[in-house]
C-alpha cells in the first residue's frame, strides 16, 4: 500500500502565508468557474433533460452514456497527461467495499426517485426545471446529515471492506500509463459502437 500511496503524493513546496490566506476564496472561485462550466456542458449535451435520463435508466437512449463516455477519455487523457507533465497533483480516494456499496446503492434509488443525479439537477435548475428545487434540498439536506455523522460513521462503519487507494493499473498489476494507452482505444472504440448502435 504504501508504494501505492508513493506514487500519486508529490510533496508540496513552501506556501508564504498570503497564499494561504487567499487559497479558500480562490477554491470558491475556481470552483464556482467550473461549475458553470459543467453545467453548462451538461445542459448543452442534453442530460438535464428528465425524458433523457429517465431514457437512460430504462436503456432506451443512449445520450448519457454516450457523454460520459466522451467525459471519461477526455478526462483520462487531459488528467494524466498534466499529471505526467506536473501540472496537477492526484488525490485517489480509498476504496472501501462497504462504504462504496451503500453509497452506490442509496445514489441509484436517490436518482431514480428524483429523476436527476446533483449535477445533471444543478443544470435542470439552471434551465428552469422548477421541479428540481425539492430534490436540491433533500440533497443538500442529506450531505448535511452526512457531514454530522460523519465521525461516527468512520469510527463504526466505513473501516469494512477497506482496502486503500487502489486503481484498475494496481488490480492488473500493470504500469499506468500502458494501461492508459490500452484502455483509452477501447473507450474510443466503445463510444464508436454506442453511436453507430443509437442511429
Known sequence: MAERVQKFV??????????????????LVQ??????????????????????????????????????LT???????????MYALGLVKLHVKPTRYAANLIGGLLFGVGFALFGYCPGTGGA?????????????????AGSFLFAEASRSLEKKFMKLGYRGMITFPDLLKVRLYPFIFVVVPILILALWGVEKIGK
Open 71 to 81: 467525459a471519461v477519455i477526455v478526462g483520462m487523457v487531459g488528467i494524466f497527461s
Open 124 to 140: 435542470a435548475l439552471g434551465q428552469g426545471n422548477y421541479d428540481v428545487i425539492a430534490g436540491i434540498v433533500g440533497l443538500m
Open 31 to 68: 470552483g464556482l468557474g467550473f461549475g458553470l462550466i459543467f453545467g453548462f456542458l451538461l445542459q448543452k449535451g442534453g442530460v438535464a433533460k428528465y425524458d433523457i435520463l429517465l431514457g437512460a435508466l430504462l436503456f432506451t437512449d443512449a445520450t448519457v452514456v454516450k457523454v460520459m
Open 10 to 27: 508529490i510533496v508540496e513546496g513552501k506556501e508564504d502565508d498570503k497564499d494561504k490566506a487567499n487559497a479558500p476564496a480562490l477554491s
